[in-house]
């Protein structure tokens, strides 16, 4: 695929194929994610390239062409299409794909090595490592609380984890009241507080698991993370 524009069925055709190549396209959490996507006649791949390729549709747990699209303005000024971008540009700078991915901690613990255009999400996604995607994600508590996911791998966890309705997630760690942070964040929606939080005042708590120096709002009032990172 280009990592320009895509706008014909082939372009389309392409960026799909290159994305499930690339472990990126997850066509059971699509059809999953997007309820129109499932109903298809022709099923969910049909759906993406007809469809969710032109809405930006999240073709897998932890890649958001939206934010992507959102993130960076370059990607906007050549009117790229970001899942294009990402994978062929974006991934091997280590930008960002989603709020919950920290491409450069997650670039410590996962291997590029032989992954398709050297991308770091596909590398994540293919590997099987059991890691999260940013510290912030305490895969243990997460499975604890899923007891169903079905494999131990960072990225199967956060799958089962963004599979669930915003407002029966687990806390992504027991550091983290949803509630306690949105009254912090009065604008943020409650659905989607954590990745408000992880957007504007995430990375104290991120840090603090690092072992850094930065703060941010406190993720629990049980949690200062000014007192913490002293």
């Known amino acids: 695929p280009a990592d320009g524009p895509v706008e014909n069925d082939a ?4 960026l799909a194929e290159a994305l499930l190549e690339a472990g990126l396209l997850d066509l059971e959490w699509y059809a999953h994610s997007f309820d129109d996507a499932g109903n298809h006649p022709d099923g969910p791949l049909a759906h993406y390239i007809t469809v969710g390729i032109d809405r930006l549709h ?3 747990a932890l890649l958001s062409p ?24 974006g991934g091997p700078q280590m930008r960002q794909p989603h709020p919950f991915v920290k491409p450069l901690w997650l670039a410590e ?4 090595g032989s992954a398709p255009h050297k991308n770091l999400l596909s590398a994540y996604a293919l ?9 912030v994600f305490d895969l243990a508590h997460i499975k604890k609380a899923l007891p169903h996911t079905p494999g131990a791998s960072g990225w199967e966890v956060l799958r089962a984890f963004s599979l669930r309705p915003a407002h029966t997630r687990p806390q992504p760690n027991l550091l983290f009241d949803p509630e306690y942070v949105h009254r912090q964040l009065p ?24 072992g850094g120096i930065e703060g941010g709002i ?5 949690f200062d993370l000014k007192y913490a990172l002293e």
Not at 11 to 14: D, E, F, G, N, Y
């Open 187 to 210: 604008d943020s929606d409650p659905d989607t507080v954590l990745e408000a939080y992880l957007a504007c005042g995430g990375r104290g708590i991120d840090d603090r698991i690092d």
């Open 11 to 14: 372009q389309k055709t392409a």
């Open 218 to 222: 406190d993720p629990h009032p049980l």
């Open 58 to 60: 999240a073709p897998s």
């Open 66 to 89: 939206k934010h992507y699209w959102n993130t960076y303005a370059d990607v906007r000024a050549i009117l790229a299409h970001p899942a294009a971008h990402y994978l062929l540009v």
């Open 127 to 135: 590997s099987g490592a059991e890691v999260p995607p940013r510290p």
């Open 109 to 112: 613990h996962v291997a590029v």
